[in-house]
């Protein structure tokens, strides 16, 4: 480990460098942000985020911040939550229950539970045809 501490900058440098010239495309997310997030450096990924990460790294940063970034996390919780409103199936509801547990623990955080109970209301009467989500929804106590 004492290796990595002293090439770290000079890693990350190089992987900067891939990302601007638009070589370090990995499976659609970024190699750097796959580094900043084992590094558990959430700063420097919260940073890089808007430039080269993908779904799931930002779903995995939100994770890694919740208590730290309550507000940032929700944002891209949110987000996300946004985008399953059209595509339906099982997998589909199952993240979105899991995005919408990691929701509300933000908005534990934040000490604003009534907008997340206002939010959920509104998304299950906006999607109330769907039973199935709905009963997904009943068992995540959402």
Sequence with gaps: MEGWESEREAARAVLREDARQGRDSRFGGSVLMDAL????????????????????????????????????????????VEQLKEPTGDRVYERMALLLRGARACHRALDTLGEFTAYVCALRAELKRRRKLMTILDRHGL
Excluded: F, I, K, N
């Design 37 to 80: 997030l084992d590094d558990r450096d959430l700063d420097a990924a919260w940073r890089e985020a808007s430039g080269g990460a993908d779904d799931r790294q930002r779903q995995q940063l939100a994770d890694l911040s919740r208590t730290t970034r309550p507000a940032d996390a929700l944002a891209v919780y949110l987000r996300m």
